[in-house]
């Protein structure tokens, strides 16, 4: 299988991480205001020529900093704001981003690899079908999250998987613009 034998196209769905797949990772520590959150290099570019291939992008993130009471959910949807404000600047579009600021030990429905937030965004956009929707993320996390699912997955990191999570992968690329350029 490869990702041209799927023939996407604006029926499908691209769901993304945020940290690790838009923006930098902070080693143990969150994105806590705007001024700390760095476009990983091409990201923002792509996701214009990404809309041109998806009907729908949406973000999917885990918050936990909420949770921690690290920053609150009206700083952290400042944070997508500006966010989202830069890729339409870019030519781009997120049609939507859902966050779970639920700590990981309360194991919450929203929080990933549970489903929430893919129920979540079915219920805004009731035309997504998941066996035509696409995960695409930098974590087993996420790719527990598209498995549950019943998306496609893809996992972006420079690190390869362990060998007992590669069952979980259908495509493997080094980050977000490796993918777009692959479609």
Known sequence: MTLKSLNIDRSWTLFLDRDGVLNKQIPDDYV??????EFLPG???CIAGLNNK???IIV????QGIGKGLFTASELEGIH???LLDIILAGGQIDRIFYAPELESENSEMRKPNIGMAHAAKEAFPEIDF???IMAG?????MLFGRKAGMKTVFLNKK??????????DFSFSDLLAFSENL
């Open 60 to 63: 999917v993130t885990n918050q």
């Open 43 to 45: 990201a923002k570019d």
């Open 138 to 142: 930098d974590s087993v996390s996420d």
């Open 54 to 56: 998806f009907g729908k």
């Open 81 to 83: 704001l500006s966010m």
């Open 32 to 37: 806590k205001h705007y001024g700390e959150f």
């Open 131 to 133: 066996s035509k929707s």
């Open 160 to 169: 390869f998987p362990e060998e007992n999570d590669k069952a979980l992968i």
